[in-house]
């Protein structure tokens, strides 16, 4: 089969269960079975590119993966020939055909992260997997005073974990804020790209700021001069949720559609 046609897909996945995203020898990985998915369905492997990385055990609503075909398929069906073979945790929520301009790492201009916490004494069955508990009450003034001094294009070497360093680590941030909804406080991060455990250290520190172990006064300082020592702790991965990858109007991507 020559796999001539291009569907852009919208995947959401409960990521407690995969190593991440990235395909790994020996690990289950959402790549690995979309994949697998990819191959019954065409009949031949099939390689499915991300828009990007996730961590082992962060979860998405809005990532976005290209899917090549030689099928004659319209694309509402797309997701439900897709889901036929892939576990309940991973969902193909929409596919839209694209042309062969369209690059899902290139051409994103902005991921948006969110990480919950939550202000509760007990954990609840229905949540653990997907909020950090925190038993203390957090300050939510004091938060949101340091969050406001994050957007900008700076140096984000401070928040990237080792494992996986970059040799760019200059990147935008265009919102960081905060949203209260009961027992969850929602910490919203778009930028332009992220560094390895970014999302996760930037929440953190904000938690440590509600913490009242971190001054938000001290935080421009800080930044200017990269200090290293104002990164972290990386909160645990299953708080974190990819809920959008943004792309520009143009025709390479889809009018409408998860932009």
Same mark, same amino acid.
């Given at each position: ?32 079975? *979309?994949?697998?998915? &990819? ?5 031949? /492997?099939? !390689?499915?590119?991300? $828009?990007?990385?996730?961590?082992? =055990? ?81 300050? *939510?003034?004091?938060? &949101? ?5 994050? /957007?900008? !294009?700076?140096?984000? $070497?401070?928040?990237?974990?080792? =494992? ?96």
């Amino acid at each position: 089969m020559v796999l001539t046609r291009r569907f852009r897909l919208t995947v959401a996945y409960e990521g407690t269960a995969y190593g991440g995203w990235q395909v790994q020898e020996g690990v289950a990985t959402v790549q690995g079975v *979309l994949e697998r998915a &990819a191959e019954d369905v065409n009949g031949e /492997p099939t !390689r499915i590119l991300g $828009a990007g990385r996730t961590d082992a =055990g962060t979860h998405a609503r809005g990532q976005v993966a290209l899917f090549p075909t030689g099928r004659d398929l319209a694309a509402h069906r797309v997701p439900r020939a897709l889901g036929a073979y892939l576990p309940e945790d991973v969902v193909v929520t929409a596919a839209v055909e694209v042309g062969e301009e369209f690059h899902p790492v290139r051409d994103a201009i902005a991921r948006h992260y969110r990480y919950t916490l939550k202000q509760a004494l007990h954990d609840d069955p229905f949540d653990r997997r997907f909020v950090h508990r925190i038993a203390t009450p957090l300050d *939510l003034r004091a938060m &949101a005073l340091a969050a406001a001094h994050f /957007p900008g !294009r700076r140096d984000f $070497a401070p928040f990237q974990n080792e =494992g996986s360093p970059r040799r760019e680590t200059v990147r935008t941030l265009q919102r960081l804020d905060l949203a209260v909804e009961g027992d969850y406080i929602h910490i919203d991060i778009t930028a332009d790209g992220f560094l390895y455990g970014m999302a996760r250290n930037l929440a953190g520190t904000l938690m440590r700021v509600g913490q009242g172990l971190l001054d938000p006064a001290a935080i421009p300082a800080a930044l200017a001069a990269c200090d290293r020592s104002l990164g972290g702790p990386t909160l645990p991965a299953g708080g974190l949720c990819l809920m959008e990858v943004r792309y520009p109007p143009t025709p390479g991507s889809i009018p409408g559609g998860n932009s």
